[in-house]
């Protein structure tokens, strides 16, 4: 299927899609004026730009999931009745489902464009993040050696995102001049005139990034179908603002933002209709919108994993940090997925890789390694879709910018149902002399509110080994965490490596470091070693404590837990806020099954300031020393 085949568009199909365009604007005024909510004046002046592109990009009913198809994402996710309107005329779906089921509860059809309908590549609605997942998928066709195109076609308001910038940058640096940008710029946004709400030079600023420009008459179909096509032989990424009108075709609505985000009225919607030349349809789809529907099953292929390949296991002499053990690990697994011609594995950065240690991955694969500078919203975005494009991604970042500077990407990851491989370092106090701004204390507390994603705290070095062969080999969006310090490779009671050879990591198991039964320390990450001196403390003096490490924080062994409860005195201890991670997870199981005995959660309490960890740590009550105090006054 030749993309965009003719250099003029021929008479016929020029007139096909103006009769198209009049069919979807009626289209679109039913689907909202029945849902009573939508955006019918941006999917209007959007319309056009869909027919064009949707019609003669390589995509088609056929190629929905084909790898070498082309991409097309729609970033202003709210003109979704635009988007369905014009799919379902293509052959996408049945047009009445969408019409009928528009923002209906258990329909498809979202009032954002979402990933399960046919045609739509990445599920938007946050403004500006369409121009970053665009960057994903011409990136990928790059480095799979596809012929495959993106388009990326975005509203004038958001242009004023800095992830915008973020990605214009980054598709410069790396070439990607398989990608085109078309801007509805119809000067209008929910607020009112875009120069009112918030001026932006569109074109000076794609200029400035190193963008070719075109300028066009967007319900000018056949100019735009030149544009379009042109925009495909040049040497660079281009920019196609499309100049339109707010509700364009009916005569009421052109130009007025009241339009932007409200449906019409009956009374509004029978003048529109008969301005289209249209037969009203709401009371058909009325009744239609009562039926059961069955909706396209969409699957997804292209969760791409690594087998697990061979351990590398540390011994107790060694001690370094567990972010060095991941990128071994990471260097490891590619180097042995080279030697197979495996898939791929991509790593992004954000001008951290000597911190996170992803530069021993970067030395070695240099065309695998995307370095997108200080850009984190940006590279959050493009990693996520990498994930989903036969890629094993790992985006690695700190704590502070990976989870909490990025939350909102990351939640959209997550709703398209990613494969992404987060793994954050510099988390919690360990992080010591760098201060509050750094010390990421509350990623669990936003991490469990994302429906998909595990979460990994490994304890040491060969714990840090196995997880991240794990996350490699399965399927699935994974967090894994880790301070900044050289930590102890743990032991076990006979001395040997308790993570060792023959250790496998499982998701949702705990360790049973150290048992006892006078009192139980459930714990993680950086505070496994403290909680080790807290047992060798009271050891001595005759009190076995159990020491559980949960590397697991929101999935609770039971088995193991249940052990744990018949002690008596359960203290949960972490370098995580203490009322939104482990004890957290915890104390919710503990309530669930009317647990009576004492129960005590340790963690921060409070912003930290600069100084050595071990400083940070006793001045909020969690050095060894201050632990086993409170075990001891609490069981006597």
Not at 86 to 95: K, N, S, T
Not at 145 to 167: H, P
Not at 277 to 285: A, D, F, G, N, V
Request: glycine share 10%; aromatic share 10%; charged share 25%.
């Amino acid at each position: 299927m030749e993309r965009f085949p003719w250099k003029e568009l021929p008479e016929e199909e020029l007139n096909r899609l103006n009769e198209l365009s009049r069919l979807c604007k009626g289209d679109i005024l039913t689907m909202t004026t029945l849902a009573g909510s939508g955006h019918p004046g941006g999917s209007m002046s959007s319309l056009d730009i869909y027919l064009a592109v949707y019609s003669y990009a390589r995509i088609a009913p056929s190629l929905v999931d084909d790898p070498t198809r082309d991409r097309i994402v729609v970033s202003h996710g709210h003109t979704s009745p635009g988007v369905y309107s014009v799919l379902g005329r293509l052959g996408f779906f049945p047009l009445d489902a969408a019409v009928a089921t528009f923002r209906q509860a258990g329909s498809i059809f979202d009032g954002h464009v979402v990933r399960k309908v046919p045609g739509v590549e990445w599920g938007t609605g946050n403004l500006g993040q369409g121009l970053s997942a665009g960057c994903g998928f011409a990136l990928s066709a790059r480095i799979h050696n596809r012929d495959s195109y993106t388009f990326v076609l975005m509203s004038d308001g958001e242009q004023t995102k800095g992830q915008v910038g973020e990605a214009r940058r980054f598709a410069v640096k790396y070439g990607l001049n398989n990608i085109t940008v078309v801007v509805d710029y119809n000067g209008i946004q929910i607020s009112g005139l875009t120069e009112k709400v918030m001026p932006c030079s569109i074109c000076a600023n794609y200029e400035a990034d190193g963008w070719e420009v075109m300028q066009v008459d967007g319900h000018d179909l056949a100019a735009l179908y030149r544009a379009l096509r042109s925009s495909l032989e040049r040497p660079k990424p281009v920019c196609i603002v499309a100049r339109t009108i707010i509700g364009h075709g009916v005569s009421f609505m052109e130009n007025k933002h009241q339009y932007h985000g409200k449906p019409l009225s009956e009374q509004e919607y029978q003048k529109a209709m008969e301005e289209l030349k249209l037969e009203p349809s709401l009371e058909k789809y009325r009744q239609l919108r009562n039926r059961k529907w069955s909706f396209p099953e969409r699957t997804f292929p292209g969760k791409a994993t690594l087998p697990a390949g061979e351990r590398l296991v540390y011994s107790l002499q060694e001690k370094t940090d567990n972010r060095t053990a991941y990128g071994q690990a990471l260097l490891a697994l590619a180097k042995a997925n080279r030697e197979k011609a495996g898939v791929p594995v991509v790593v992004v950065d954000c001008d951290l890789a000597s911190s996170v240690k992803t530069d021993l991955f970067e030395k070695e694969f240099p065309g695998q390694f995307y370095q997108a500078g200080v850009q984190e919203h940006h590279a959050a975005t493009l990693s996520g879709v990498l994930s989903i494009e036969d890629l094993v991604c790992f985006f690695s970042d700190f704590g502070v910018f990976g989870v909490d500077e990025t939350f909102n990407q990351q939640r959209l990851n997550d709703a398209n149902g990613t494969n992404l491989k987060l793994v954050c370092t510099h988390l919690g106090l360990d992080v010591g002399e760098d201060g509050k701004t750094h010390q990421c204390i509350d990623y669990l507390g936003l991490l469990r509110n994302l429906f998909g994603f595990k979460i990994i705290i490994p304890a040491d070095p060969n714990q840090t080994d196995a997880a991240i062969r794990y996350i490699a080999s399965h399927p699935g969006n994974f967090f894994v965490g880790m301070g900044r310090s050289k930590v102890p490779v743990v032991a076990d009671e006979k001395g040997e490596p308790f993570f060792g050879e023959k250790y496998r990591f499982e998701y949702g198991r705990a360790d049973l470091l150290r048992d006892g039964d006078w009192a139980c320390l459930v714990t993680m990450g950086a505070m496994v070693p403290r909680a080790l001196q807290v047992w060798e403390m009271l050891k001595k003096e005759g009190k076995k404590i159990m020491v559980v490490n949960m590397a697991c924080p929101l999935l609770v062994d039971t088995a193991l837990m249940e052990r744990a409860m018949a002690t008596g005195l359960l203290v949960t201890y972490e370098d995580h806020h203490r009322d939104t991670g482990l004890g957290a997870t915890v104390a919710l199981f503990l309530a669930e099954r009317g647990y009576t005995g004492k129960f005590f959660r340790l963690g921060i309490s409070h912003y930290g300031s600069s100084g050595t960890p071990e400083a940070l740590f006793v001045a909020q009550g969690l050095d060894p020393v201050s632990v086993a105090e409170l075990l001891r006054r609490e069981k006597p």
